[in-house]
């Protein structure tokens, strides 16, 4: 009996702990009134968060995350995360914001809240500079390089107009010799993919050309922050309005930010 | 349980695949047959510096991968300036290869023909031209036939890498269904009928062909 009335009483605490923590739960608040913003960032994700030389945290969203903790003029905790622990460090309180090339999906919007976009993540058509080239029509009578059973090869398959000319490869190093070695002008690929060429041969970089399936990359926050959820998208907002955005999307993406980001 | 009815959508896709082998293939069995003949004839009569460059060929191509060869001609040459499309690049790599390999086979027939033979044809008052045909090319060739034979049908079957290059043959077909319907025990199956019955077919018409070369025995 005694045993029992200890838990009892045990889990009546808990509760009422688990209650004050939803009833205070404003974390624009508590990051202000501790002077700190926690941000879980990717440490193994280039170019969105990965060690650099000095064995500091460097990336998109590194550079995202200072931002964010300069524009609200707080200190910084870096912490890192992996993709499969970010969330849950989110839900745990263990941090106050999720920056670490978090996409959206049905799945995620049922367990925390997301800002707008903040960087450039898609499949889409490549190329050189000559090739003009705007939309998936324009395709027709050309021939794009892709690797074969890719999603973007299955989404040339059922947007292209049918006299497009696709050369499938056996993998992404092929697909993308192809292109290097000139063999292929267009091809379709992820934007991270087309950095790479552009980091490593900055003669052939390719230029972006049209989307083929979008999903960006958006801010991750605890659900029902709506206050921080505003701040967020207000800075975010502002650092795309003022270029800073793009700044980083050259520095990181050696892109700019495709046309209509964010908007 | 097997979806082979899976497949039954894709067949024109197999079927233009086929087509795309059984051209390649003929093709570049003519072309490699002419080319191993000219060089295994260089080779057996023809002078020092040109021995030495067909024997710096034959060495080349026998001793290096044959996807090194496809690479090196598509993803290669184009550094020098030298585009050529999946299609044509397979046919060269192709027609180079069993071009080697068939010199070395064709050699091999016309260095079984003995001097004294051809000294005999002189002696009987055979033309330059019925002597190279009746006395050495077709002897030759019957000697080696079956090597020759086989060798084609490892060309044909080694085709099968030029899929690689996105060439649109029988085994890009193969893989282009796979990774579509993710029926990888189907697809390869009938793909590997399909190259059988390609070897098959390609055997019967060689031996046709060798029946009505090697006719001079059965003359009276």
């Known amino acids: 009996m005694k045993r029992l009335a200890k838990f009892l009483g045990k889990t009546l605490i808990i509760a009422a702990g688990l209650s004050a923590l939803n009833a205070t739960a404003d974390v624009l608040q508590d990051i202000k009134?501790?002077?700190?913003?926690?941000?879980?960032v990717p440490q193994d994700f280039p170019p969105f968060g990965s060690i650099g030389t000095d064995l500091k945290p460097q990336g998109i969203d590194v550079d995202m995350a200072n931002y964010i903790?300069?524009?609200?003029?707080v200190d910084i905790e870096i912490v890192p995360v992996t993709s499969a622990n970010r969330i849950p460090y989110l839900q745990t309180k263990k941090v106050d914001l999720v920056i670490s090339s978090l996409g959206k999906n049905p799945e995620r919007e049922k367990a925390i809240d997301f800002s707008t976009p903040y960087a450039p993540f898609f499949l889409g058509v490549f190329g050189s500079k000559d090739e003009s080239v705007s939309s998936i029509e324009e395709l027709a009578g050309k021939t794009v390089g892709v690797t074969r059973g890719s999603v973007e090869d299955l989404e040339l398959e059922k947007y292209a107009p049918k006299s497009v000319n696709v050369r499938r490869f056996e993998d992404?190093?092929?697909t993308l010799?192809?292109?290097?070695?000139?063999?292929v002008n267009l091809i379709a690929t992820g934007n991270l993919v087309a950095t790479e060429i552009a980091t490593r041969q900055p003669k052939r970089a390719p230029e972006s050309k049209f989307m083929l399936k979008d999903s960006p990359c958006y801010i991750g926050m605890a659900e029902g922050e709506t206050a921080l959820q505003a701040e967020v998208n207000r800075l975010i907002q502002k650092a795309l309005a003022n270029g800073d955005l793009n700044k980083i999307s050259m520095k990181w993406l050696k892109a700019p930010l495709p046309k209509g980001f964010g908007v | 349980m097997l979806h082979f009815a899976d497949l039954l959508q894709y067949s024109d896709v197999f079927f233009s695949g086929l087509l795309t082998t059984v051209e390649l293939t003929v093709l570049t069995t003519i072309l490699g047959i002419a080319v191993g003949t000219s060089c295994a004839s260089i080779r057996q009569y023809g002078n020092k510096t040109s021995q030495r460059v067909v024997s710096i060929y034959v060495e080349l191509i026998r001793n290096t991968p044959f996807?090194?060869?496809?690479?090196?001609?598509?993803?290669?040459l184009p550094a020098l300036g030298v585009r050529l499309s999946p299609w044509e690049a397979s046919m060269i790599a192709l027609t180079i290869n069993l071009g080697a390999y068939s010199t070395e086979i064709i050699r091999a027939g016309l260095a079984s023909i003995s001097k004294g033979q051809i000294e005999a044809a002189k002696v009987l008052g055979l033309t330059f031209r019925q002597t190279l045909t009746r006395v050495i090319f077709i002897p030759a060739f019957e000697k080696?036939?079956?090597?020759?034979v086989s060798q084609c049908i490892i060309v044909m079957l080694g085709s099968a890498v030029i899929s690689q290059i996105s060439v649109e043959d029988l085994t890009?077909?193969?893989?282009?269904?796979?990774?579509?319907n993710f029926r990888a025990f189907e697809s390869y199956l009938v793909t590997a009928?399909?190259?059988?019955?390609?070897s098959i077919l390609l055997r019967f018409a060689f031996n046709s062909i060798g029946k009505r070369l090697f006719v001079y025995r059965e003359a009276p």
């Open chain 1, 33 to 40: 009134k501790r002077d700190l913003i926690r941000i879980a």
């Open chain 1, 69 to 73: 903790a300069k524009e609200m003029g």
């Open chain 1, 172 to 174: 992404n190093n092929t």
């Open chain 1, 177 to 183: 010799t192809a292109y290097l070695s000139g063999q």
């Open chain 2, 67 to 76: 996807i090194v060869q496809l690479f090196f001609i598509f993803f290669g």
């Open chain 2, 144 to 148: 080696i036939y079956p090597a020759l």
């Open chain 2, 172 to 180: 890009y077909a193969a893989n282009l269904v796979q990774s579509r």
């Open chain 2, 193 to 198: 009928a399909l190259y059988l019955g390609l």
